[in-house]
């Protein structure tokens, strides 16, 4: 049989003792390296594992907010331009406004100066041509008085008087 | 055959060559996990991260074989210890070869039947654990007879050839390698004279390093079938 020839190689024995030594000094071995090596070791892998995957977490977590932070940001960069456009666009109406009424102002300004200048005119010329009636009527008296030295009929007067105004208004 | 020191203790027959080199490299392997452990920080410093690159390894190892999260937390550290402690059994007798007179004193225990037996038996006494923990006692005895009940005697079968491929795969791969490396050393460098003397050195050199490779391998290979076996249990088919 290949089993009794294979024990036979070795040295002729079966020697269960060894397999009792083998399985206590493995036992030892197991207890030795647990409490020594493999436990210390193996708690700090588990250890870093987690750590290495809160670290992952909150990486993701940063970059959430960093992405939520660069969205407001740029909707205030946009509110803020469009702020900024309207109040361009606001400037610029009030300016057109007050171009406008101050063109207006002067526009009426001008009209009414027209006015007064017209009026005053007006008035000029009557107050010039009261003056020149009244005037007249001195004339006339002194012509009156010239005529009646020469003697002259009423009619004759009152021809000369007109004669005279005629030739005033025209 | 080289013959060894054995001993009765308690009725127990005991191999000394066995018994040494076990606790020498259990030692050897405490000493060095200890070494590699000392500063354990959060920013892994060198010895640490080889030591969490071994711990990674070994935990891939059951991930792959062993699909209950349960089993799997506790298997981890086994898986570890295993790989580490047969690694450096069988990188033993590579370098350390001690003979008083004609009585092996040490080599690498892994090349002994009998040491990798223990193992195997281990692996499987914990995979029926693991599988009665899971199934309980009825439910773990009716998986031999899944999926039909005619199976039984044979899946009966496979727990025996499972040991003893476990084992003696292990043993065979180790025991070649250092009959060989015997074999370059004592009887072909002295053949003759210098020439073979000179032509021994290079030739054991790379069948040492080709040892290296084999006893990682098959450390690698064993922890693997382990879990395959324990993993095997604690899933229902």
């Known amino acids: 049989m290949t089993f009794q020839i294979l024990f036979a190689a070795s040295a002729g024995h079966i020697y269960l003792g060894n397999t009792i030594w083998y399985l206590i000094v493995f036992a030892i071995l197991l207890i030795l390296v647990k409490h020594y090596a493999w436990g210390p070791v193996s708690d700090m892998m588990e250890k870093r594992r987690q750590k290495v995957i809160n670290d992952l977490d909150s990486a993701a977590d940063n970059r959430k907010k960093a992405e939520v932070l660069a969205n407001e940001r740029e909707a205030a960069l946009k509110n803020s331009r469009q702020e900024a456009t309207q109040i361009l666009t606001d400037a610029k109406a009030n300016a057109e406004k007050t171009s406008t009424q101050i063109v207006a102002e002067a526009n009426n300004n001008a009209a009414s100066i027209h006015e007064k200048a017209k009026a005053d005119a007006a008035q000029a010329k009557a107050d010039a041509l009261d003056e020149a009636r009244a005037q007249v009527a001195d004339i006339s008296v002194t012509i009156a008085e010239k005529v009646i030295a020469k003697n002259l009929s009423a009619d004759d007067q009152k021809d000369l008087v007109d004669q005279f105004i005629k030739g005033l208004n025209k | ?237």
């Open chain 2, 1 to 237: 055959m080289e013959r060894s020191f054995v001993f009765k203790f308690l009725g127990l027959k005991f191999d000394l060559t066995g018994i040494i080199g076990s606790t020498l490299m259990a030692a050897v392997v405490l000493f060095v996990c200890i070494w590699l452990s000392r500063k354990v920080e959060m920013k892994p410093n060198k010895k640490q991260n080889v030591l969490e690159y071994l711990i990674d390894f070994t935990d891939g190892i059951v991930k792959d074989n062993v699909s209950d999260p349960d089993a799997r937390r506790h298997l981890s550290l086994y898986a570890f210890v295993l790989f580490i402690y047969i690694w450096f059994m069988n990188q033993l007798g590579l370098f350390l070869e001690v003979k008083v007179g004609d009585t092996m004193i040490v080599k690498s225990p892994t090349a002994d039947p009998v040491t990798t037996m223990s193992f195997a038996m281990m692996t499987l006494l914990l995979s029926f654990t693991f599988g009665m923990q899971k199934f309980g006692t009825g439910g773990y005895w009716r998986n031999y007879a899944e999926p039909v009940s005619f199976l039984f005697p044979i899946n009966m079968i496979e727990e025996i050839t499972n040991f003893l491929t476990l084992s003696l795969r292990l043993y065979g791969n180790i025991y070649a390698g250092e009959v060989l490396l015997t074999l370059i050393g004592n009887s072909f460098a002295p053949s003759f004279g210098v020439t073979t003397l000179v032509l021994a050195a290079p030739l054991a050199m790379i069948w040492q390093g080709f040892s290296v490779f084999i006893g990682s391998i098959q450390a690698y290979v064993f922890v693997t079938l382990s879990m395959v076996y324990v993993g095997k249990k604690v899933t229902k088919e």
